[in-house]
């Protein structure tokens, strides 16, 4: 089993910069990824970015790139969202997700993803 527990989040204004951490526990093997989703209310749950931990592979969702930086610590099975010039779209409840067998399925489903964290909301203010 693998637990997920995520820090960061809050309140921002737009442009504001926030950085979201995850560190996994348990036993997630050697071949995974580590990335985020995010949910607003009546929508359906998005892929924001993810990190392999096979290689130096980095994904993200068209609309964050160039704003958002995902990075990992391999040794404390954490992964970090930084994000920048946000804005009140960005606004959402953001979950950590652990996909097994990274490279297996898709990296933009969230049914692909075995494990999530509790979820943190984020909220930018115009």
């Known amino acids: 089993q693998v637990e997920l527990v995520e820090s960061g989040g809050g309140m921002a204004q737009a442009g504001g910069s926030q950085r979201l951490s995850c560190a996994a526990s348990g036993r997630t093997g050697s071949d995974f990824g580590m990335g985020w989703f995010r949910e607003v209310p009546g929508k359906v749950r998005e892929f924001v970015s993810v990190?392999?931990?096979?290689?130096?592979?980095?994904f993200y969702k068209d609309s964050v790139k160039g704003r958002f930086t995902i990075s990992r610590d391999k040794a404390k099975n954490t992964v970090y969202l930084r994000m920048n010039n946000l804005k009140p779209e960005d606004t959402a409840i953001y979950y950590c997700?652990?996909?097994?067998?990274?490279?297996?399925?898709?990296?933009?489903?969230?049914?692909?993803?075995?494990?999530w964290g509790q979820g943190t909301q984020v909220t930018v203010s115009s």
């Open positions: 997700a652990l996909k097994m067998r990274f490279w297996g399925g898709s990296l933009v489903s969230p049914h692909d993803y075995n494990y």
């Open positions: 990190a392999s931990w096979t290689d130096d592979s980095t």
